[in-house]
T-cell receptor
């Protein structure tokens, strides 16, 4: 079964440093999502791509977060500078285009900011 | 606003009993409602989903019901087993940008 690939699996960084996460969606999935999950809470949507275009980034803290999906396939989420409150699990998901298409999640990147 | 409310936050049931988790959504145009199960340290995995043109859907011990008028939907797990212990999230696809918004989760514990 095809899976969403994410790396790294774990990342520890000091505050004020830059950090980047990578995601490779399931082949053929045009829609890609980045979610942030704080321990004990539900996933919070940060940014959603349709192919290479951003369709929603209303909850992305744009002063420090950026996301790109240049060729409409894999994607990178960057934080610069990292803050203590950014410690969380960052989940990437992908889906086919369509209103009833389920999300398939990757294993996530657990970020710890010290 | 775009939100999904989920109750209860924690649920403990005796093995073999049923568990029910309830969610409400705010966008009457929402048309897709998935449920995810997340075990400790693992990714959320889809367990069942329902479209707005259907009132109920079953898959073995799991069922989901949808009340479009009241804008709420529920997950029902019957004959619970120890492996059902996990955190369950409901979600709704909102019409704006077709984004999927998640509830805050329910931690289900099955007592032996």
């Amino acid at each position: 079964e095809a899976e969403v690939a994410q790396s790294p699996r774990y990342k520890i960084t000091e505050k004020s440093q830059a950090v980047a996460f990578w995601c490779d969606p399931i082949s053929g999935h045009a829609t890609l999502y980045w979610y942030r999950q704080i321990l004990g809470q539900g996933p919070e949507l940060l940014v959603q791509f349709q192919d290479e275009s951003v369709v929603d980034d209303s909850q992305l803290p744009k002063d420090r977060f950026s996301a790109e999906r240049l060729k409409g396939v894999d994607s990178t989420l960057k934080i610069q500078p990292a803050e203590l409150g950014d410690s969380a699990m960052y989940l990437c998901a992908s889906s086919l285009t369509g209103n009833a298409s389920p999300l398939h999640f990757g294993n996530g990147t657990r970020l710890t900011v010290t | 606003g775009e939100n999904v409310e989920q109750h209860p936050s924690t649920l403990s049931v005796q093995e073999g009993d049923s568990a029910v988790i309830k969610c409400t959504y705010s966008d009457s145009a929402s048309n897709y409602f998935p449920w995810y199960k997340q075990e400790l340290g693992k990714r959320p995995q889809l367990i069942i989903d329902i479209r707005s043109n259907v009132g109920e859907k079953k898959d073995q011990r799991i069922a989901v019901t949808l009340n479009k008028t009241a804008k709420h939907f529920s997950l029902h797990i019957t004959e619970t087993q120890p492996e059902d212990s996990a955190v369950y999230f409901c979600a709704a696809r909102y019409s704006s940008a077709s984004k999927i918004i998640f509830g805050s989760g329910t931690r289900l514990s099955i007592r032996p």
